[in-house]
């Protein structure tokens, strides 16, 4: 608590020398490093960092995003993040950034390549990008004295879990794809890294299924082509652009037959980021690597989410029953006890309004001419 305050006076009074000093005034802020910052997840935690009073400098090689996200991303902030087309993989690249941006406090790092079905035909590429992204990223961090990092996992790394709904206790299973394989690796890499007495610190947070869009409906998902995931595919489908959602087995051992999901809101797994943040800084930290999982502790079937978006917006899905998908796991659910309990942090929203949001952020789309 003394340390905190402490703390308060100092950023006081940086800020009064600042409004002297700098006729632009700027408040000053921790800084933040987000890679991946223009992605889905990404910018959604970069309006709630700043929204919370931070600082963020996004890197991001435009892969899978566009730069534009920026320009909304200040619509709905009121603030400009620094950006940088920087491929997390080019260390120089890094270098000089950390040299241009010195004083960035901690990462979140997002940045990384995510298509299940795509990773099985590339694994190559998914080793090398998600694998040396992070281990430059890490080797940075002592050099330029960055105290920690958070990092983007999965509720993949759990597999089909013996014991549902799943606590982070859980054992880790065999991963069904490279992509899988990489996000086991990541943390154990991370893991290593802080054990060898690297002065850094983590917080690996399992996503459980992200959905939804920012409630502005200016920044959201953007598939490549066509979507493997299944929101996307349902507002796709509903806005006319996908013929019909293929619904992926119905003889699953679920009450309906369908897979079973713990489906979350995009903003809520945004503010999960910013509280691991206030862990790592504040210093809060119980152990130098903590894993949290990031879920409602609510699991969805298919079915059941394409009735409730069907109830939610109104429009009809038109969906038929189709094979099973290689690879699926039959259910998975989050325990979010110890995010709950231990980070502070809730799922808030309901799953009408998030699916609400998905397809708003559909509309908006098609406003502009998109999709
Ligand atoms: C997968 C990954 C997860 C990753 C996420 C985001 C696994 C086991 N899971 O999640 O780690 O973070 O992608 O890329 O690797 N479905 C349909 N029709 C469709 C699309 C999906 O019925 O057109 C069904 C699927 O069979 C599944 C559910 O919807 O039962 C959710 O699928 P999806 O959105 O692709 O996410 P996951 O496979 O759960």
Not at 54 to 75: C, F, P, R, T, W
Not at 143 to 164: A, E, H, K
Not at 180 to 206: F, M
């Amino acid at each position: 608590m003394v340390k905190i305050r402490e703390k308060s006076v100092k950023t006081k009074k940086k800020r009064y020398l600042c409004t002297i000093e700098q006729k632009n005034y700027v408040e000053m802020k921790e800084k933040i490093l987000v890679t991946g910052g223009t992605g889905f997840i990404g910018s959604h935690t970069v309006v709630e960092l700043q929204n919370a009073g931070y600082e963020v400098v996004i890197i991001d090689n435009l892969s899978n995003s566009k730069a534009d996200v920026v320009d909304s991303i200040e619509q709905i902030t009121g603030i400009r993040p620094a950006f940088y087309n920087i491929d997390c993989l080019d260390f120089t690249a890094l270098r000089l950034l950390a040299h241009k941006e010195p004083d960035i406090k901690a990462i979140i790092h997002f940045a990384a390549s995510k298509a299940v079905g795509e990773s099985v035909e590339k694994p190559l590429k998914y080793y090398r990008n998600n694998l040396n992204s992070l281990i430059n990223l890490l080797e940075l961090m002592p050099q330029f004295n960055i105290q920690g990092i958070v990092f983007s996992s999965s509720c993949t790394v759990y597999g089909q879990p013996d014991v549902l709904p799943v606590t982070e206790d859980a054992p880790i299973k065999q991963a069904e794809s490279p992509y899988g394989q990489t996000k086991q690796i990541c943390e154990q890499i991370i893991r290593d890294t802080v054990k060898s007495c690297s002065p850094i610190t983590s917080v690996l947070l399992r996503y459980f299924n992200p959905i939804g869009a920012h409630p502005t409906g200016l920044i959201g998902e953007l598939p490549n082509g066509v979507p493997q995931n299944l929101v996307p595919f349902i507002t796709q489908t509903a806005m006319g652009i996908r013929e019909q959602l293929s619904v992926f087995g119905d003889d699953y051992d679920t009450p309906d037959g369908s897979c079973i999901r713990d489906y979350i809101n995009v903003v809520d797994l945004a503010k999960a980021h910013v509280h691991a943040i206030g862990r790592i800084l504040q210093k809060k930290q119980l152990e130098p690597v903590e894993v949290f999982n990031i879920g409602t502790g609510r699991g969805l079937s298919v079915l059941e989410l394409v009735h409730a978006f069907e109830e939610s917006t109104g429009v009809k899905l038109n969906y038929r029953i189709a094979g099973r998908r290689a690879g699926d796991i039959v259910k998975v659910w989050a325990d979010p006890k110890k995010a709950n309990e231990v980070l502070g942090w809730k799922a808030q929203e309901t799953i009408e309004d998030t699916l609400r949001s998905a397809w708003n952020w559909q509309v908006k789309l098609r406003e502009k001419g998109v999709q």
